[in-house]
């Protein structure tokens, strides 16, 4: 948005291009834990978030516990991480 806002300040000229990826979330909902897990590998995301994506993606919840705090989250499908996570399957399995 800086870029844009900043090019428009100047009188310049600005394109934006959008895409809908209303059908990426049915798309990433159908595909297979197993895919999502080699695509994070592939891309050398720590351990840790692996495993944690792992647990959101296989079991929909989420926990994290800092010192003696322990929260358990019950997600929802289609969340945030969908588009980033269905970018990453689709630059692995697809070439992107």
């Not at 600005?14 to 197993?34: H, K, M, Q, Y």
Request: hydrophobic residues 50%.
């Amino acid at each position: 948005m800086g870029r844009i806002e900043k090019a428009s300040d100047a009188k310049e000229y600005v394109l934006g291009v959008f895409f809908d990826i209303e059908g990426a979330f049915e798309a990433f909902d159908n595909t297979s834990s197993t895919c999502v897990k080699n695509a994070l590998a592939d891309w050398k995301v720590h351990r840790a978030v692996c495993s944690w994506i792992a647990a959101l993606i296989d079991h929909r919840i989420v926990q994290v516990k800092v010192n003696t705090i322990m929260l358990v989250i019950s997600a929802s499908q289609g969340g945030g991480l969908s588009p980033l996570l269905w970018s990453l399957v689709a630059d692995v399995c697809f070439g992107g």
